[in-house]
C-alpha cells in the first residue's frame, strides 16, 4: 500500500470557520508533511512531523495548527482563514533519516476554499 | 537559501517533437526529484534522481542529474498529447524530503 489519504478532498470554509484537514498512511513512514499549494504556483513546504514530533515549522500562521496523533496520522487544523489562504493543501509522507530513502508520496490533496 | 530555477517555464510543442527542460539549483544536494502534475490533481512522481550521474527512463521520459553542475534535465522524446501537463522538479535541501520545487514548466503537446 503505497497510499496516502487524505480527507475531505473539498472544503469550503467561513472566516470565523473551524475546520480540520485528515491524512493517514499505512506504509510506516515516520515522517509526514504539509505542502500548500496555491494555484499556478509551486507547492511550499509548511509543516514537517518527524516520530510525531514537530520538526519543521516554515513560519506559518499560528491559525494553522498541525497534530500528529500517532505514527499514521496527521491533521491541519484551521481557524479564523483568509480569503487568501485558499489553495490545494497537500500531506505527504517518507521514510525519516537522513538515508537514501526519503522519496515522498504525496497524497490527492484538499481543495480548500475560504470564503 | 536554495533556490531551484526551472526553464522554460511553458512550453508548446508539436506531437512527435524532442525536448528538453532544464532544473538548475543553488545549493550542494544529490537528491532531486521529477513531478508531474495535471489540473486539479495532485503531484505524481516521475523519477528520483539520488545521484550524480544518475540517468533514469520511464517511456518517453528520461531524466539525468549532474550534482557538480547542478542541474537536471528531463529530456521528452517524440512527444504526445499525453504528456501535456505541468512538471516540477524538486531538490530535498534538509533530508527528508522537505522540498523546494521549481516554478514548474507548463508543457502542452498539439498535434
Known amino acids: 500500500d503505497t497510499e496516502v489519504t487524505q480527507t475531505p478532498k473539498h472544503l469550503v470554509m467561513g472566516m470565523t470557520n473551524k475546520k480540520s484537514l485528515k491524512c493517514e498512511q499505512h506504509?510506516?513512514?515516520?515522517?509526514m508533511y504539509w505542502y500548500k499549494q496555491k494555484a499556478k504556483k509551486p507547492p511550499e513546504l509548511m509543516f514537517v512531523?518527524?516520530?510525531?514530533?514537530?520538526?519543521i515549522n516554515e513560519s506559518v500562521p499560528s491559525r494553522f495548527s498541525p497534530e500528529c496523533p500517532n505514527s499514521s496520522l496527521l491533521n491541519l487544523h484551521l481557524h479564523a482563514l483568509q480569503p487568501e489562504d485558499s489553495a490545494l493543501y497537500l500531506c505527504?509522507?517518507?521514510?525519516?533519516?537522513?538515508?537514501?530513502?526519503?522519496?515522498?508520496?504525496f497524497g490527492q490533496g484538499t481543495r480548500l476554499t475560504v470564503v | 537559501e536554495l533556490k531551484v530555477e526551472q526553464n522554460p517555464l511553458f512550453l508548446s510543442m508539436q506531437e512527435g517533437k524532442n525536448y528538453t527542460i532544464y532544473c538548475n539549483y543553488s545549493?550542494?544536494?544529490?537528491?532531486l526529484y521529477w513531478y508531474r502534475q495535471d489540473p486539479g490533481k495532485s503531484l505524481e512522481s516521475l523519477f528520483v534522481?539520488?545521484?550524480?550521474?544518475a540517468v533514469k527512463q520511464e517511456g518517453r521520459l528520461m531524466a539525468s542529474l549532474d550534482t557538480k553542475a547542478r542541474l537536471s534535465t528531463l529530456h521528452i522524446t517524440a512527444a504526445v498529447h499525453d504528456l501535456s501537463a505541468t512538471y516540477f522538479c524538486?531538490?530535498?535541501?534538509?533530508?527528508?524530503?522537505?522540498?523546494?520545487f521549481g516554478k514548474g514548466t507548463m508543457l502542452l503537446v498539439s498535434p
Open positions: 524538486a531538490v530535498d535541501r534538509r533530508g527528508y524530503s522537505t522540498l523546494t
Open positions: 512531523y518527524s516520530y510525531e514530533k514537530l520538526s
Open positions: 545549493t550542494t544536494s544529490d537528491r
Open positions: 505527504a509522507s517518507s521514510q525519516a533519516g537522513d538515508g537514501l530513502n526519503t522519496e515522498a508520496f
Open positions: 534522481l539520488l545521484s550524480n550521474g
Open positions: 506504509m510506516g513512514h515516520r515522517a
